[in-house]
Each structure stands twice: as structure tokens, then as C-alpha cells.
């Protein structure tokens, strides 16, 4: 008899969530249909800047599962002053990312010193074929378009440029 | 029932309606409970929509569901008891069939009419025990054998609190016969007011408490779904079924709750009635006939009001541990039922 207060409140909590779905709606999205916009900062998809990337490797050897693949070859650049010595660059041959093993811990992004790397909230790039979840540079650099703005930090500090 | 519509139908076109009738009596409230309560309700009260995609806001999602058990694979374990295994659903959902036919729906409106309908019934509901028992014990499977023994107890507890409530209706009613008891709730009258006939669930309130409550236990729904507790037993004696076994045992879960909710109405709610004086009825021959078309529609609108009641229940309360169990059914339920008896009679001889 105790327990009858408790009971009757339980019996009331479930019918006041019934009721109040009725009138304002569920809390769930129906998504195919209608989509929530993620947060600016959730963790969709990596895009890659080439201009920035030196191909120092850094992110893929801090990968946990190894799924970034780079290769790269040296090039002469045109010196950056009249008379100098031409620069030595490395040049991106392959940068893919292999999305059916990344678990999207996001150590490349904030390992990457020279901030190639930015996080994306897009998130609808499942595919029938899991070899087509290989994404290449080429694919990698589109994403950069769906990339925000980063938000503000504290005073002085610098945000990452795009 | 030998005429309809002026029409003389052969015996055998009696059976066939009968059967006919049947199928829809069992199957219509078991699809319109899973579609209404399991699949929306449940959604509703987890704030969430539910199956919204097959059909009009869901509505065909149950033939989707149907379809896909169908085509599933047919999967019998190697060391199953082949016979047994195949035979368990097949009693468990014909238990519910055996249920339905004692239910009256109308005046003339009945599958039988049996002198000991109630009777009849309670001992038919025990059927399901051995088809559950058959299915647990012949799974080759601990699990499964574990639930079905949790099953029996259960079940055999909870069938005792539930004879004894109906005793009290039985006692008040002074008959066996459903289509009497119906008759006896609408003609009656509380203290000479007879608006409202005399629904038992005010005179027998506590009986129609421990009634629910026995359902709700003989149904295996939670708050009494150790049987099939699913975080420990899998599934308990359904773990191994699969495709159209499975199918049936679900059916006659759905089933089966519809079925004893339409018992309920008719022991409790005055089944298939209005209250007579609203018409100037005064016994079963001055019923009018369109009450025969009017009663199936009452059965099922107060099937549905205790079908949502024992959903409620299901889905607001945790699961009990097995000694809570058979302590509430032991120690609570059958002392109220038994004292609920005594007053009952002493108040029958006294009024």
C-alpha cells in the first residue's frame, strides 16, 4: 500500500508524455523527410586544404586504425628571392581516408601543424559499396566547402583560418 | 441462429460463419491492439512517432511485419523435440480460439452459449500454460525451459486470484452464463437507480482489480514479464521460434489480451449491453434486434478502454523479480480475492 502513491505518479508520467506528444510533437526527427541541422562543431566528415598539407605524415602515423594513406613526391619550386636557390616541396600524389575504418577520434585534425585538416558536420556520405567509402583528395578537398566558420575563441587567440 | 435476414442457412454454412466470425473476433482487435497501443501509444508515451512510413501514418506496418516473418527462414534447433516444437504455437494461439467462443456479442450475436461460460473460459485460458510449457521444454535450449517453468509458476499462480474474482460476479449474477451476466448487469440497478444498470465494476470493484491485474500476469505483459524477460532469458520460451512460429506466438500474445479483455467487459462492463432502461427493456426477449449489429461495436470500444489500461501498465512499470512475484499473488491477491467472496455472499444473502 505503500508504494501506491509511487505507482499511481508512474502511471502519471507516462500518460503526461502521451498527452504531450499528442499536442507539441515528438522530440524525434523524422529524418529522411526533415533534418536536424548538427551542431557547428559535431564530427561529420574530415576535409583536407592541399595548399596547407606538407605530406609530413603526422596525422597518419597518429591515426589509430591507419586509414590515411598518403604519398607524395619532391619538387623544385621557383626561389622565393631573385637569385636564390629553388625551394624543395613536397607535392601530394594520394591523401585518401578510408571512412569504413575511421572512427572519427579526430587526432589527425588536431595533430596537423599547419591545419590542412578541418572537421565538417556533414554526415550523408554512406555508399552501397564499402570501397567507395575511400575517400581521395579530390573528394577530401569538396568537403571543404561544407566546412563553417570556426567559432569564436577567447580573447587573442587566433581562430583556424579555412 | 438458424435464420439471417429471413434466409434459412444450412449447417454447414453455420460452421463456416462461425469460423469466419471467429478469425475476425480473435484477429481484428489483435492487429488494431498492436497497431494502436504497441506500435503507436508506446511511441507516444516514449515521445517518440512510431512506425510512420508504411501506409498512411503507419497504418500498414503490421502487414509489412507479417509479410517479413513470413519469408524468414524456418528454423528448428537439431536437437529440438520436432513434434512438440512445431505443435506448442499452434496450442498456445488455439487456446485463444477456444477463449473467444464463449464471448456473447449481442442478444443472438454468440459463437456458444454455454450454462458455464465463465467456467468454460477460465479452464480453456489454462490451455495456453502447456503450449508454453511444450515450447520451453522442447527448444533444447536452458533458457527457453527456464522461461517456460517461469511461465507455469506464474501462470498457475495468477490463475488462482483470477477464478476467485470472477467467484464474486458469479455469486452476485447467480449464473455461469456470460449472456446472463450481461443480462443481469443491464437490467439491474443500484438502490432502485437504474440508469446505469448495475456494471459490476462498482459493485465488484476489488474483484475487478484483481481481475486485471490476474490478465495482466496470465498475459506474461510487464510489470509480470519474467517469463520472457528479455535481458536475462533472451526471450524465454519464444527464443528459439522463428518466421511463422513465431508470428503465431505473437498473434496470440495480441490476441489473447484482446480476448480476455473482451471477458473482462463482460464480466465487469456489462459486455455487449446498454443499460436496459434506456430502452424500456425489461428482459433478454424484449432486447431489440439491432442490438446484434450495435453489440459487437460495444464489446469492442470497452475491449479497447481495458486493453489500454493493461497497455498503460505495461508500459509505465519495471519487471518484478520472481519472489515479488508469486509473493503478490500469494500473499495479496488471493487474501483480497477470498475476503472479497465473503463480503460478496454475506451481502447477496443480506440484500
Redesign the interface.
Known sequence: MAQLPG?LK??G???G??M???KNG???V?YPHEKEAPPVRARGVIALHQDNCTSCMLCSRSCPDWCIYIEAHKELAPPRREGGKPRQVNLLDRFDIDYALCMYCGICVEVCPFDALFWSPEYEYSEPNITDMLHDKTKLSEWMETVPEAPALEVGADKKKK | MNTLLGVVIPYWGQSLLRVLGGLVAVLLPAGTIVYVFLFKMMSFMQSRLGPMEAGPYGSLQLVAEVGKWLQKEDIQPTNADKPVFKLAPIIVLMSTFLLVVVVPFGPDAWFTNLETGIFYALAVSSISVLGILMAGWSSANKYSLLGGLRAAGQLIAYELPMVLAVMGVVIQAGTMNLQQIVVAQNAGSIFGINTFGNPYVITQFVGFIVFMIAIQAELTQAPFDMPIAESELVSGYMTEYSGFRFLIFFIGEFATAGVFAMIASTLFLGGWGVPFSWFGWTSMDSVANWMNVVGPLIVFTKMMVLTFFIMWVRFTYPRFREDQLQRFAWKVLIPVSLVNIMLTAVLKVMF
Open positions: 505507482l508512474g502511471l508520467i507516462t500518460f508524455t502521451m504531450r506528444t499528442f515528438s522530440n524525434t523524422q
